[in-house]
């Protein structure tokens, strides 16, 4: 499409819509790229996968957390798990602030409460 709207071969790069829209056939919209990493540095930049989905799938957690009657993990506990030096282990602090081994062991290493904000505890 590319090659059809501006004339000129691609030269075997990626063609993307630089809308973001996967579903646009504006020819004007087709910009070119050397690599799959360049049309992903393109989204960041206009925030088209800067946690588009992030906050709508966090408040669904919640409402079933809140459904099942679960209480999250304050942000305070968070904090203090992610201080923690290596000499404590995971399970300690799971013990320690009564949450499942298993949230302990997520929220250090980073794979839960991403909203929760790095810095003081
Ligand atoms: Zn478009």
Redesign the pocket.
């Given at each position: 499409m590319l090659s059809i709207s501006s004339g000129a071969p691609t030269g075997g790069k990626l063609a993307f819509?630089?809308?973001c829209?996967s579903k646009?056939v504006?020819p004007e919209?087709v910009r070119v790229a050397a690599s799959k990493a360049e049309i992903c540095a393109h989204y960041s930049a206009v925030g088209t996968r800067k946690g588009t989905h992030y906050e709508q799938r966090i408040a669904a957690v919640r409402k079933a957390q809140a459904a099942r009657g679960l209480v999250p993990t304050p942000e305070s506990v968070v904090r203090v798990i992610r201080a923690a030096g290596s000499e404590v282990t995971t399970r300690a602090l799971a013990r320690a602030h009564g949450i499942a081994d298993q949230t302990a062991s997520r929220i250090r290493r980073g794979e839960s409460h991403r909203g929760v904000a790095q810095g003081a505890a």
């Open positions: 819509m630089a809308c829209n646009c504006n919209h």
